[in-house]
């Protein structure tokens, strides 16, 4: 009988703890039966004004002047005279050929100048000695083949000084110059090396960045459109273009830019046209082959700004972004025409006035209840006004577990003891347990403790109930 009554008594035991634990579950802190209240978002309300309306490129980076250094002269190549990556000027010598050949050469071309111009001072005395015999010991005949004669040695002479001036020109060509400014790349050759007049390999690249050239390409479609625009008002031309440059590590360079040249052609393979845009480089940062974007301002439009980090893109590529509307938010559809800063220039989907939300977007959803709270935003697109509750966050959190615990005070109560009327195992044992416990009061006493009785300090309830147990073993 004694292990009868104590065997009861665990069952008990172990019924009302797992009858109790769903009730705490769904109605304690964070649990099913906690209602959820409005979403608290931070919202800004848009308004209508003159934007800068501008469309952003991408493009690449171009040296303003490009020379292949080809030697004009064949030869070894003796010397390198410069040093790579260091700036250098038009006609500083870069490469020097062996040029005991050309001096040679050159000797040789002097040395023929000089017997040409023997032989033109002996036709000239011969033709002066003619000229002065004629009727005495000459005839005309003599005097003009001594004309002919000095003719040809003049010809001769001629022909020797180009002769000397090519000789010289090739001994110079042995120093190989740079034609323009710029800096030069690392030599393809070295000393030692055999060259060729005019070869088709440079022996080094030099490139004039400052300033640079960057070349960017424009659908004729997106063309085409802004004229509509500007045709239809829609669009106003400012004083001149503004055009700016953003990096690669997305910095925006300093200074602005101007066009060189406008596309007069479509590309056939890709239907774009190519701007060519001129930008300052003083700090040789944009290198050639670099790619960049360039911002470029065409006018200003009548539109509303809605912030970037307010919209995101939908799977088919729409613009959207949430609003509020009869206290919840709704999700539209926006028709943009460009950006301005960090904010997209939207001419349809939303109106001056309406208040659209920057702030709480994560896992929102179209049509749930929302509570807006007016915040700020800087240029930056970042939000600088937080609503006070969703910048303490913990607030609503901490709240909820007062109301939590006194909802199962009330309603586990009934909830739970009708459960354990139910059970025909809390039933079973209590009359054999003592006549402490009857079938009207075992579960709907037992239940509520572990919310919010005795139970809470980690003791489970149950065990006052199975407190008579001993009394009647020890009567047996």
């Known amino acids: 009988m004694n292990l009868r009554v104590i065997a009861g008594a665990v ?31 931070g919202t800004i309300t848009l308004a209508t004004q003159d934007v800068p309306y501008s469309v952003t490129l991408p493009g690449r980076a171009v040296a303003w002047q490009t020379a292949d250094i080809r ?25 020097r050929i062996e040029d005991d050949t050309y001096r040679a050469a050159l000797t040789s071309a002097e040395a023929g100048v000089r017997q040409a111009e023997a032989a033109v ?7 002066k000695r003619a000229r002065s015999l004629v009727g005495v010991g000459s005839t005309q005949a003599a005097v003009e083949a001594a ?26 060509r042995t120093l190989v110059r740079s034609p323009i400014d710029g800096m030069a790349e690392i030599p393809e050759v070295s000393i030692g090396a055999i060259v060729t007049a005019n ?23 997106a063309m085409l459109r802004t004229r509509d ?48 845009f001129a930008f300052d480089n003083p700090d040789h940062l944009i290198l050639p082959g670099q790619f960049l974007r360039v911002q470029v301002t065409l006018g200003t439009t009548r539109a509303v700004l809605v912030p970037q980090r307010a919209t995101s893109r939908s799977a088919d590529g729409r613009l959207t972004a949430f609003t509020v509307r009869d206290g919840r938010a709704v999700q539209v559809v926006l028709t943009e025409a460009g950006v301005s800063d960090n904010a997209w220039v939207v001419t349809a989907g939303v109106e001056a006035g309406d208040p659209i939300i920057v702030d709480g977007l994560e896992n929102l959803r179209d049509g749930t209840e929302v509570t807006p709270v007016p915040v700020e935003i800087s240029a930056d697109g970042v939000v600088t ?39 025909p195992p809390a039933a079973d044992p209590a009359p054999g347990a003592g006549s402490s416990d009857s079938p009207d009061s075992p579960a709907g006493q037992d239940a509520p403790a572990p919310a919010g009785g005795p139970g809470a300090d980690g003791r489970p309830s149950p065990a006052a109930s199975a407190a008579p147990v001993p009394q009647p073993a020890t009567g047996g």
């Open 229 to 276: 625009r500007f045709r239809a008002s829609e669009l106003q031309p400012g004083a001149g273009l503004g055009v700016r440059l953003t990096l690669e590590n997305g910095r925006m360079h300093e200074g602005n830019g101007h066009m060189v040249s406008r596309g007069t052609a479509v590309s056939t393979t890709t239907g774009t046209a190519m701007f060519r």
């Open 147 to 172: 004309e002919l004669a000095l003719a040809q040695a003049e010809a001769s002479l001629s022909a020797a000084q180009a002769q000397a001036q090519v000789a010289q020109l090739d001994l110079d």
């Open 385 to 423: 006004d937080l609503p006070q509750a969703g910048a303490a966050g913990a607030a609503p959190d901490e709240e909820a577990p007062a109301e939590a615990d006194a909802t199962p005070d009330a309603e586990p109560a009934s909830g739970s003891g009708g459960q354990n009327a139910e059970s």
């Open 71 to 95: 030697p004009r002269v064949s030869g070894m190549i003796a010397e390198i005279l410069y040093d790579p990556g260091r700036p250098i000027t038009a006609g500083d010598a870069m490469f």
């Open 11 to 41: 069952l008990a035991l172990l019924t009302a703890t797992a009858t109790s634990a769903p009730a705490q579950t769904a109605g304690g802190p964070g649990g099913f039966g906690t209602p959820a209240g409005p979403t608290e978002v």
């Open 199 to 221: 070869q088709a390999d440079p022996l080094t690249v030099v490139r004039r960045i400052d300033p640079i050239y960057v070349d960017v390409t424009e659908s004729s479609a």
């Open 121 to 127: 001072a002996t036709a000239q005395s011969t033709l």
